[in-house]
């Protein structure tokens, strides 16, 4: 199987590289994701588990919540961990919604106290979006629990923001719920505890047992899985230790590695150096680069960050688009009709040395091909970006400005490395 890390030898040992006997369903926006990971809770029989940056308080989201809260009645192990930030307008919602319940409820960096907005910790934020049910089906992808047509600070709008995520079955789920068990246990207990802590802790067998049972519930045997497309894929996480540029990583060596075309859609684009230098390096060998940026800008610093970056990239010819219909929210990827991402990281300092990001990562032309045409038709109703120029002293001191101020932030957040 080919690895994530190939170029990156350093990294190697720290992914599992790609999976094989993999089955994906690609799913586009929370009209698509929630009834199908509703209907997978109301059918579980033993745990679920979910991560995700925004859990807000509007129909959509309380239904699932409601799905939650009625799985625990069941006797199902139910473990929810949300953004202390992302979600904290919901929260005082949520713990009324669960009250009275089993499900545990975990806030990642909360934000309840006045003085732990003066942590610089609290910049590093969870930003996955996991769930796992019965260690049987899992969903990742870059889709909050909020309505299509619901922006926080834009209130309602006509049209759904575009979004991405892919339903999960086969051996790769494993990977996913270890990550998700691992961020839940972080946020419940202030640290993170992985499984094999016990293999240094000298207990007794009978009480090693019960621990193991009290996180990661009662050993079960699986049930029999049904005959599965062998897609190969690759779930790639970030986190602030081990895995801190794999996602990165994942990127550079899929455009490095491009020979036809390069399609990124992301709404956040503020690249660093290795993937900036690779996309150039693409378009100057001949490969067609296009990006998909926002075009409806939701947070103003943001299209300037992007926007200081076109009359570069364009130089080389790099195409760019901007995305006009509604909000565009998708973290995805195609080259070469082979290869293929999506998931929660956007191409920004944030996400790629701040954040907790998860992807998934595929090696299958079917796949590819389903997502290769929903950025085309994305595109179509996209507008292209002309030629522009240096932009002049204005221009420069824009781009000079953004840099200024990824700088400072990257150092006030503790990112470690070149940017």
Same mark, same amino acid.
């Given at each position: 199987?080919?690895?994530?890390?190939?170029?990156?030898?350093?990294?190697?040992?720290?992914?599992?590289?790609?999976?094989?006997?993999?089955?994906?369903?690609?799913?586009?926006?929370?009209?698509?994701?929630?009834?199908?990971?509703?209907?997978?809770?109301?059918?579980?029989?033993?745990?679920?588990?979910?991560?995700?940056?925004?859990?807000?308080?509007?129909?959509?989201?309380?239904?699932?919540?409601?799905?939650?809260?009625?799985?625990?009645?069941?006797?199902?192990?139910?473990?929810?961990?949300?953004?202390?930030?992302?979600?904290?307008?919901?929260?005082?919602?949520?713990?009324?919604?669960?009250?009275?319940?089993?499900?545990?409820?975990?806030?990642? *960096?909360? !934000?309840? #106290? /006045? $003085? %732990?907005? =003066?942590?610089?910790?609290?910049? @590093?934020?969870?930003? &996955?979006?996991?769930?796992?049910?019965?260690?049987?089906?899992?969903?990742?992808?870059?889709?909050?629990?909020?309505?299509?047509?619901?922006?926080?600070?834009?209130?309602?709008?006509?049209?759904?923001?575009?979004?991405?995520?892919?339903?999960?079955?086969?051996?790769?789920?494993?990977?996913?719920?270890?990550?998700?068990?691992?961020?839940?246990?972080?946020?419940?207990?202030?640290?993170?505890?992985?499984?094999?802590?016990?293999?240094?802790?000298?207990?007794? *067998?009978? !009480?090693? #047992? /019960? $621990? %193991?049972? =009290?996180?990661?519930?009662?050993? @079960?045997?699986?049930? &029999?899985?049904?005959?599965?497309?062998?897609?190969?894929?690759?779930?790639?996480?970030?986190?602030?230790?081990?895995?801190?540029?794999?996602?990165?990583?994942?990127?550079?060596?899929?455009?490095?590695?491009?020979?036809?075309?390069?399609?990124?859609?992301?709404?956040?684009?503020?690249?660093?150096?290795?993937?900036?230098?690779?996309?150039?390096?693409?378009?100057?060998?001949?490969?067609?680069?296009?990006?998909?940026?926002?075009?409806?800008?939701?947070?103003?610093?943001?299209?300037?960050?992007?926007?200081?970056?076109?009359?570069?990239?364009?130089?080389?010819?790099?195409?760019?688009?901007?995305?006009?219909?509604?909000?565009?929210?998708?973290?995805?990827?195609?080259?070469?009709?082979?290869?293929?991402?999506?998931?929660?990281?956007?191409?920004?300092?944030?996400?790629?040395?701040?954040?907790?990001?998860?992807?998934?990562?595929?090696?299958?032309?079917?796949?590819?091909?389903?997502?290769?045409?929903?950025?085309?038709?994305?595109?179509?109703?996209?507008?292209?970006?002309?030629?522009?120029?240096?932009?002049?002293?204005?221009?420069?001191?824009?781009?000079?400005?953004?840099?200024?101020?990824?700088?400072?932030?990257?150092?006030?957040?503790?990112?470690?490395?070149?940017?």
């Amino acid at each position: 199987m080919p690895r994530l890390t190939r170029g990156f030898p350093e990294r190697a040992a720290l992914d599992g590289g790609f999976i094989g006997g993999n089955q994906l369903t690609l799913l586009r926006g929370g009209d698509e994701l929630f009834p199908r990971m509703q209907a997978a809770i109301e059918a579980a029989h033993s745990e679920v588990w979910l991560a995700t940056y925004i859990f807000h308080h509007d129909a959509a989201a309380l239904a699932l919540a409601d799905a939650l809260r009625a799985a625990d009645r069941r006797g199902v192990r139910v473990r929810v961990v949300v953004d202390g930030f992302g979600s904290k307008s919901s929260l005082d919602i949520l713990h009324q919604r669960l009250a009275g319940s089993g499900v545990a409820l975990a806030v990642f *960096r909360p !934000l309840d #106290r /006045w $003085w %732990r907005w =003066l942590q610089p910790s609290q910049l @590093r934020r969870l930003h &996955q979006k996991l769930c796992v049910v019965d260690a049987e089906v899992a969903f990742v992808g870059g889709i909050n629990l909020i309505d299509d047509r619901l922006d926080i600070h834009h209130g309602v709008t006509e049209q759904p923001r575009l979004d991405f995520a892919v339903q999960l079955r086969g051996p790769l789920v494993n990977s996913v719920d270890v990550n998700l068990r691992a961020i839940w246990s972080r946020a419940w207990l202030g640290r993170e505890f992985d499984d094999a802590l016990l293999d240094y802790v000298p207990l007794p *067998r009978r !009480l090693r #047992r /019960w $621990w %193991r049972q =009290l996180w990661w519930g009662p050993e @079960r045997l699986p049930r &029999q899985a049904p005959p599965m497309t062998p897609v190969c894929a690759a779930f790639v996480m970030r986190d602030n230790l081990r895995r801190r540029r794999t996602i990165e990583h994942a990127y550079v060596d899929a455009i490095r590695g491009a020979r036809e075309r390069v399609d990124l859609v992301c709404p956040y684009f503020y690249p660093g150096q290795r993937i900036r230098r690779a996309l150039r390096q693409a378009a100057d060998r001949g490969v067609r680069v296009r990006l998909l940026l926002q075009g409806k800008v939701d947070y103003r610093l943001a299209g300037w960050a992007a926007e200081a970056l076109y009359a570069e990239l364009m130089a080389h010819g790099v195409e760019i688009h901007e995305y006009t219909p509604a909000f565009l929210h998708a973290k995805v990827a195609v080259v070469d009709g082979r290869w293929a991402t999506v998931g929660s990281s956007n191409i920004d300092p944030l996400s790629l040395l701040v954040n907790l990001e998860a992807n998934v990562v595929v090696h299958d032309q079917a796949f590819v091909a389903h997502l290769g045409g929903e950025i085309e038709a994305a595109l179509a109703q996209s507008r292209r970006v002309e030629r522009q120029g240096s932009g002049g002293l204005r221009g420069m001191l824009r781009r000079a400005a953004v840099a200024w101020f990824a700088y400072v932030f990257l150092r006030i957040a503790g990112a470690v490395g070149r940017y």
